[in-house]
């Protein structure tokens, strides 16, 4: 169940506790306090390695769902975010691409050797035969 990310770079402490919570409550506009059975639930979620970056992107990710109503409000309730295995599968739904990767770009063609100065004459000397010819046919 531990995430494919790196494991945080900071340590889990109350400060990164009160931090992760205080970014929750900003990116969702609520006001909760952090009482010990939340401040448990964010231990185990930060302990098992995920950073503030990732609670910032799987928060985005639910409100995108949200707003286009593929997800319900319930899915931003912290008791629901804080489980890590739901956690876990929101954010690498999140990182999931939906469109293929971009084609690589075209690989050159070798450019066909230039024509020599003779070539290039007859080249001229045949399109100004054939431009007279339907000029004529014009008139």
């Not at 790196?6 to 931090?19: D, G, K, L, M, R």
């Not at 769902?65 to 319930?74: C, K, L, Q, S």
Request: contains cysteine; glycine residues 4%; hydrophobic residues 35%.
């Amino acid at each position: 169940m531990p995430p494919t990310t790196p494991p945080v770079s900071f340590p889990v402490n109350a400060a990164a506790i009160t931090a992760a919570h205080q970014l929750y409550c900003q990116l969702t506009g609520q006001n909760l306090r952090l009482a010990f059975d939340r401040e448990r639930m964010w231990y185990e979620l930060l302990h098992t390695g995920y950073s503030l970056e990732d609670l910032r992107q799987v928060i985005t990710y639910l409100q995108r769902e949200i707003r286009a109503g593929h997800r319900n409000v319930g899915a931003l309730k912290l008791s629901n975010l804080l489980q890590p295995d739901r956690f876990e599968e929101d954010l690498q739904i999140s990182r999931v691409r939906l469109r293929p990767p971009p084609p690589p770009p075209p690989v050159p063609t070798p450019r066909p050797p230039a024509l020599s100065t003779h070539q290039q004459q007859q080249g001229r000397q045949r399109a100004l035969k054939y431009l007279r010819q339907i000029k004529s046919a014009l008139q």
